[in-house]
């Protein structure tokens, strides 16, 4: 049992709190290319991709292990994404900053779908039972140079102006 949910039920609670993180993630790299802030859907995917991260800690495990790594990392760019966009209003280098950590927390959530693509597909996980075959090193070297590539022009094209904010 984890949080009163077996660990089947809490394992898709899990998984499809990464997907709709994942939709919406790319939702919001559509918009940051389009120079966008497409409000409702940087919401959800914030919310679900810190719940995301949050619920990977109650798997169990006996020590740190590279999926914690992860979730740390997505974690704090998590949390300088929020408060570039919500704290910072976006100004200055905080929109800049801003779609650097957006498409970071995205690529690290994609990146671990790759992941576990290769370890519970069985035709997938054919072609890379460890994980150290070069079938899973090409798909996420691949993955990780479209995502700097689609990051560099997310920042080159965010240039929206920052929220203006309420006199005080």
Not at 60 to 89: D, K, N, Q
Request: glycine share 6%; net charge positive.
């Amino acid at each position: 049992m984890i949080l009163g949910m077996t660990t089947s039920a809490f394992t898709l609670v899990h998984v499809l709190l990464s997907l709709v993180g994942i939709g919406s993630g790319f939702l919001v790299l559509y918009g940051l290319l389009l120079g966008k802030r497409l409000d409702g859907a940087t919401a959800i995917f914030l919310v679900t991709t810190i719940l995301t991260s949050l619920t990977g800690f109650f798997f169990p495990a006996e020590h740190l292990l590279p999926s914690h790594v992860i979730g740390i990392i997505s974690l704090v760019a998590l949390a300088v994404a929020i408060l570039a966009r919500y704290a910072f209003h976006l100004a200055r280098a905080w929109r800049r900053i801003y779609a650097i950590c957006a498409v970071l927390a995205l690529y690290l959530n994609v990146f671990v779908l790759v992941v576990q693509t290769f370890l519970k597909v069985p035709a997938v996980h054919a072609l890379a039972p460890t994980q150290k075959e070069p079938p899973f090193l090409i798909v996420q070297l691949v993955v990780m140079a479209i995502f700097v590539v689609l990051g560099i022009f997310a920042v080159k094209r965010f240039r929206i102006e920052p929220v203006a904010t309420a006199p005080s």
